[in-house]
């Protein structure tokens, strides 16, 4: 047999082989619990949309999947954890706004969020809502624009601490409105909204729930919400892009990732089940009642998401000034 011919039968048996395995893992998959990393501490938002999904992907899947939080440095331990596990399909992460932003906040990541991960599917986004204290003049994101620019410096907003999504979101909304209003950052939204109640600050973006009380019991005035639809939650609420601000949006989001590697096949059967997750009566229930809007998303329609909005904000940061060393 000519040696050229050999080799070449060689290289494609060997292919061959190599495809068939991998399809025979994909088919038996899972085989075992499925961990379900959370880079964040349980109790808050990306916790609470990791634990809606968590039981009901073990009961389609015939696996446990179980939660692991691993909370600090903005997200970036859990998320470096995730990306350096072996990419066979039993390991996830929750991916969330942060996990776009950090790659421009931070000088040096230890992982690329586009190489290292595979995107299986966008979950759901929570707008923030713009408000302002009563005292404000302004009863709308117009008014709010021609106030700022009479008045440049005049009026300041707050945040939940530098290089948070609250901070760069009005950052984001200064730089697209051509306005210049004061940063008074401080440790934690529950602080920053009672600065707002009180009249310390005149202005804050901040989570839809975190202000709904508030708003419906006139102690500030919602302008808007920062989606790209109008919330269910908040039917009133025009959207910031319809308001003035044409493209404007500035949504916390939910999303699910694997590690880099991860068969295709099991990228494409966990995309499907938890897109029906998502889909479901029940589930989508539970988050338009928290004020979210539920998504279910293809991987490439994830992965370009995820494009944009490091985009996005790469440029809200470089406008703010912030870094984290």
């Known amino acids: 047999m000519d040696k050229n011919f050999s080799a070449c039968f060689t290289l494609v048996a060997s292919a061959a082989l190599a495809l068939s395995s991998g399809g025979a893992f994909a088919q038996g998959y899972p ?42 440095a903005g997200g970036n331990i859990g998320t ?19 996990f776009a932003i950090n790659v421009s906040l931070y000088r040096k990541l230890p992982f690329d969020p586009l190489k290292d991960f595979v995107p299986i599917s966008l979950i759901a986004a929570t707008p923030n809502i713009l408000a302002v204290h009563p005292a404000v003049p302004a009863k709308s994101v117009r008014e709010l624009i021609q106030l700022a620019r009479a008045k440049p410096g005049s009026l300041n907003y707050a945040s939940a601490g530098n290089g948070t999504t609250s901070h760069l979101a009005a950052e984001l909304f200064k730089t697209m409105a051509s306005i210049n209003m004061v940063h008074i950052p401080y440790k934690g939204t529950s602080p920053a909204v009672v600065a707002l109640l009180s009249g310390e600050v005149a202005v804050m973006l901040a989570p839809a729930l975190t202000l709904l009380t508030h708003i419906k019991a006139n102690k500030v005035r919602g302008l808007a919400v920062t989606g ?22 500035a949504r916390q989001w939910y999303g699910v990732l694997a590690p880099a590697g991860t068969p295709k096949e099991i990228v494409t059967r966990l995309n499907s089940e938890i897109v029906t997750i998502v889909r479901s009566p029940e589930v989508t229930k539970r988050f338009l009642s928290d004020g979210s809007e539920p998504v279910g998303s293809t991987p490439e329609e994830f992965a370009r998401y995820i494009k944009a ?11 703010s000034g912030a870094r984290v060393d």
């Open 31 to 72: 085989g075992q619990p499925i961990r379900f990393i959370v880079p964040y501490a349980a109790g808050g938002g990306v916790d609470i949309v990791a634990r809606a999904i968590a039981p009901k992907l073990s009961e389609r899947l015939g696996q446990s999947v179980v939660i692991d939080n691993r909370g600090g």
């Open 80 to 98: 470096e954890l995730a990306a350096k596990t072996e990419p066979n399909g039993y390991t996830l992460v929750m991916g969330a706004a942060a």
């Open 228 to 249: 790209t639809k109008r919330s269910p939650a908040f039917p009133g609420l025009p959207t910031v892009a319809e308001s003035g601000l044409p493209g404007f949006e």
């Open 309 to 319: 909005e490091i985009a996005k904000w790469a440029k809200a940061v470089e406008a």
